[in-house]
């Protein structure tokens, strides 16, 4: 691709698509809790937690959706005042800070929840993304470069417009539409091969090898 004047080779960054318990149950979520989870640092200008926030506040208080609560996973200089945004739109019901965890917790427990989402305003690549569709999780993210690339043919994820709150709380909306239509276990399914296809961590590394090979 060109980027500044200069021609260049895309290499995408890779994961083990193995270190992943992928998610089997994709029952009805009608009557039940949908969960939500978003797993980044703690830095609401670039990571977009409070938009996230406000579009839960949107479904719960406009729109009378209360079978719905979101994990933030992860810390950062925006903790404090996340939290108090929070309770300013009375979720504290609703939404769970659970601080860091590590890559195991990743790896196991991604599987606990029905969606991953990532409101970002700023986003380098978004491996995350990644990792939720290797767990067998539909995703939401916001229209910015780096996602887009990453999410390019993948049927399971659900774009909005950044920084726009209530494109974000109707695209969770046609989420737990299409789970009660049944019609998201093919999506993740497909959306899985797609990925794997392209993220393969040994597939970064070759590119990577023959990419230096080229340069000799």
């Known amino acids: 691709k060109l980027r500044g004047g200069l021609e260049s080779e895309m290499i995408y960054n890779g994961i083990n698509f193995e270190d992943f318990k992928f998610r089997t149950n994709y029952e009805n979520i009608a009557g039940k809790n949908i969960k939500l989870v978003q797993i980044s640092r ?3 200008q ?3 937690q409070d938009i ?3 579009a839960i506040a949107l479904l719960v208080n406009k729109f009378e959706i209360k079978n719905i609560h979101l994990d933030i996973v992860g810390d950062g200089p925006s903790e404090e ?3 108090k945004l929070s309770e300013s739109l009375k979720l504290q019901k609703y939404v ?3 601080g860091p965890k590590d890559r195991s917790w ?3 427990s991604l599987i606990n929840y029905d969606v991953l989402v990532q409101p970002s305003r700023i986003e380098g690549f978004g491996i995350t993304l990644i990792e939720a569709i290797a767990t067998g999780l539909p995703v939401i993210s916001s229209n910015i470069e780096g996602p887009l690339e990453v ?3 993948i049927s399971s994820a659900y774009i909005f417009d950044v920084n726009k709150v209530e494109d974000l709380a109707a695209k969770i909306k046609q989420l737990i539409f299409d789970y009660e239509l049944g019609q998201i276990e093919k999506k993740c399914l497909e959306s899985f091969k797609v990925a794997e ?3 393969r961590v040994k597939d970064t590394a070759i590119n990577y090898l023959n990419a230096y090979q080229k340069m000799l």
Do not use: D, P
């Open 42 to 44: 703690l830095l609401h």
């Open 46 to 48: 670039q990571k977009g």
């Open 52 to 54: 996230l926030l406000e």
């Open 81 to 83: 005042y996340l939290k």
């Open 96 to 98: 769970s800070f659970l």
């Open 106 to 108: 990743v790896y196991s």
């Open 151 to 153: 999410l390019e043919n």
């Open 197 to 199: 296809a392209r993220f």
